[in-house]
């Protein structure tokens, strides 16, 4: 038991903290006049402001003209081999790695080193002391089926059948949700309520079936798990059981066809585990980071779920769903299990009872992010920063270990370049999150403790969680300031499978069927990985990208063996993508992104890409809630009118750059300052009026899934509370109306940091 908590012996003596690193470094500019800061305005010539005048000093070019990745993009393409992540991949599904255990200190140890092996300018382990969730070995979590006498009749499974008879051993965890609370919930009522969304709970409510004070059962699926017990709360359950429909994780298990290892379907045995909370982060330290000595918060004052929940395998689930009284649900209720669905809440045979118990222990533990720097060599103190969180719930071979593997082969690409003497404009962070399974707790912990330097100097979070899923088309979702330097790399790198008729990874993205979304990129990044601190918080550019399934073909919520026992090596060695080509096209794309941002003398950042999304954002709430603000007397036409100025002014400047020649270094400064500065505008200190964790005003979650976006959150927060009032609510309204007026504000700021700064 004593393997399951990481140890800091031997640890005494950690390398230099990150602080000297982002804190302290300047770029002299002694030696630039005034004169240097003039321009010229000559006849258009696109890109004219990327041209360089001469080679590198390890004999490269950097990106010029149309070319936004110079010699050492073309390098990188070169070196980087799938068989090497294929390596990387096997070495790091070789045992479970859940945060807060001896395993994942392990991986974080190896991660050191081989980074420093590979020539980085400097690698820290960087621990931080978060509240973590775990089961408790000797009293795993079950559910039961007791009969009128109190006899057991039925016991959940603790643990996935194993597929070669070999039991797992101790760095895989038994079946549990991370911050469900202790506690035994016994009942004779059992309530079926679909997915666990809000509209769910309403229309279970609507058939007469009471929540409150009722244990539930949900499938996993369609929303973030932890949004479904935030709803079970606001209905006054009991508790809740969720679980691994085969409708959705099996559909062809009626009709006989095998699970896993002989398709990528869950076997019925397969146990989806994860974390529940609702807000990302240490839970005992919001808004700071969690370092030694810090105040932490009584757990009653935590914002962690009150009612005991548990994970189940629709094997299971079966025992209790046939046993369930009641009205028969709606068709499309019904899952995959060959049974009769009923809302319940009555069991079919009297006094039996569910018992429900869960004996989880919350323990302060330390989590290690890996941070490895290439030091930049004009612009130390910009920084591109590249992340995966690196634990996982058991093997995690797609979640995120396929997005591990890649990062490492990433990093060994940049490592051959620095041997040769290469050094990009702008600094490179590596980053290896650590505990983002629970919350993305390493990478919020870090944010938190560099939120003033990020805020002035980070460039972009370049964010991989998991590589593959599927290998049908790419997911990309990032905010609007990256999509050039995502299309252009995109446009660089080879195609994955060239017999599908593709030359590049740009043909097979951009002419195949969509993957989730009817456009090439969205804004949808939400909170489903370590992005989400970056751009939330202090608005940072992000990006969020996999490859994905056939969603004409497939209607997925979750990959089938997401989370489970059975996410391991072969899975993607034997099924999704056994010569790794998929894991390499998007890991060539991930190293040309980053590459670009580093070395390019202007950022290929596109203001005017802005401009369509905030134009998407005002249609969105025209359609959406024209009648009801027309209604209750709101404009939106001050908001139109500030983002048609805003169009102007990143026209206005996109021209100017593109007319520019012969940048001096300040110069480029100013400008690449103006168009970093730009989405930071978006952020808002007090947050949304219902959310005031969710400082972007501009990019946030839907408030009832956390997997969802919402252009514009606050104001979608305060038009979801003043339209689902069921009388008069003119307080709600005037909610309405201020967080327009901030959204209002944070536009024409970010409009005023695009306008020419000599010019107020």
């Excluded at 699926?221 to 429909?245: C, E, P, V």
């Amino acid at each position: 038991m004593k393997d399951w908590v990481a140890t800091t012996m031997g640890l005494a003596v950690l390398v230099p903290t990150v602080a000297l690193l982002l804190a302290g470094v300047t770029v002299s500019l002694d030696a630039i006049t005034l004169s240097d800061v003039a321009s010229q305005n000559c006849p258009a010539n696109p890109d004219a402001h990327m041209t360089y005048e001469a080679p590198d000093a390890y004999g490269g070019l950097k990106p010029s003209g149309e070319d936004y990745f110079g010699t050492a993009g073309e390098q990188l393409l070169d070196e980087m081999k799938a068989e090497n992540i294929e390596r990387n991949l096997r070495y790091l599904t070789s045992k479970g790695h859940m945060a807060g255990t001896r395993q994942d200190l392990e991986q974080a140890e190896y991660l050191k080193k081989v980074w420093l092996d590979q020539g980085l300018d400097q690698v820290l382990l960087q621990p931080y002391n978060v509240q973590l969730s775990h089961p408790d070995l000797a009293k795993p979590n079950k559910v039961y089926l007791l009969d009128e006498a109190g006899e057991v009749k039925f016991t959940s499974s603790v643990m996935e059948e194993p597929l070669d008879g070999v039991q797992y051993d101790d760095s895989i965890p038994p079946a549990f949700l991370a911050f469900s609370p202790a506690g035994t919930v016994v009942t004779e009522e059992l309530v079926y309520v679909n997915y666990g969304m809000y509209e769910d709970f309403l229309a279970v409510e609507a058939a007469g079936v009471r929540v409150g004070g009722r244990l539930v059962i949900a499938k996993f699926g369609r929303i973030f798990r932890g949004d479904k017990i935030q709803n079970a709360q606001r209905f006054n359950a009991s508790g809740i059981i969720l679980y691994t429909d085969p409708r959705d994780y099996h559909p062809d298990w009626q009709s006989g066809e095998p699970g896993y290892p002989h398709t990528l379907w869950l076997p019925g045995s397969g146990i989806q585990r994860g974390s529940i909370l609702w807000r990302d982060g240490d839970p005992t330290t919001p808004y700071y980071p969690a370092l030694d000595g810090v105040y932490r918060l009584p757990e009653e004052q935590t914002d962690t779920p009150t009612i005991p929940a548990h994970t189940l395998s629709y094997n299971d689930a079966r025992k209790l769903l046939v046993n369930l009284g009641g009205q028969e649900v709606p068709p499309a209720w019904r899952g995959g299990l060959n049974i009769t669905y009923r809302m319940g809440p009555q069991l079919n045979t009297p006094a039996w009872k569910v018992k429900l118990e869960v004996n989880n222990v919350k323990r302060v533990l330390p989590t290690y992010n890996v941070i490895g720097m290439i030091r930049g060599s004009e612009e130390p103190d910009r920084y591109v920063i590249y992340g995966n969180h690196r634990d996982s719930w058991t093997f995690g071979s797609c979640d995120p270990s396929s997005a591990t593997a890649v990062q490492m082969e990433v990093v060994r690409a940049y490592g051959h370049l620095l041997a040769q003497g290469w050094k990009p404009r702008r600094s490179i962070l590596f980053c290896s999150w650590g505990a983002g399974e629970y919350g993305f707790f390493g990478t919020w912990e870090w944010v938190e403790e560099y939120f003033k330097i990020l805020k002035m100097r980070a460039v972009a979070h370049l964010n991989v969680d998991l590589a593959i899923i599927g290998t049908y088309n790419m997911l990309v979702s990032a905010s609007p300031l990256l999509h050039k330097i995502i299309k252009e790399a995109s446009k660089r790198t080879p195609a994955p499978d060239p017999s599908l008729g593709y030359e590049t990874l740009w043909d097979h993205w951009n002419q195949r069927g969509r993957a989730a979304s009817p456009d090439l990129m969205d804004y949808n990044l939400a909170s489903t990985s370590e992005h989400a601190p970056f751009y939330q918080s202090i608005g940072v550019p992000a990006s969020y990208m996999l490859w994905e399934i056939n969603f004409d073909e497939y209607d997925w919520s979750d990959y089938p063996l997401y989370h489970t026992t059975y996410e391991d090596f072969d899975a993607v060695k034997n099924i999704l993508d056994p010569e790794f080509r998929y894991h390499l096209s998007l890991g060539q794309m991930w190293a040309l992104m980053g590459v670009g941002l580093a070395d390019a003398k202007i950022l290929p950042m596109d203001p005017e890409d802005e401009t369509a999304m905030l134009r998407r954002m005002l249609a969105e709430l025209k359609t959406e809630y024209g009648p009801n603000l027309k209604e209750n007397g709101v404009s939106l036409g001050s908001l139109e009118s500030v983002i048609e100025r805003f169009a102007l002014v990143a026209k206005t400047f996109k021209s100017h750059v593109d007319n520019l020649t012969n940048v001096s270094p300040l110069l480029a400064r100013q400008l690449n300052d103006q168009l970093l500065l730009l989405e930071k505008c978006y952020t808002h200190t007090e947050g949304s009026s219902l959310r005031p964790h969710m400082k972007n005003m501009m990019f946030g979650t839907n408030n009832f899934n956390q997997y969802d976006s919402w252009l514009a959150p606050g104001v979608r927060d305060a038009l979801w509370e003043a339209t689902h009032c069921q009388e008069p609510c003119p307080q709600r309204w005037q909610v309405v109306r201020q967080q327009l007026s901030i959204l209002q504000y944070v536009i024409n700021s970010a409009l005023l940091a695009m306008k020419d700064i000599t010019r107020l």
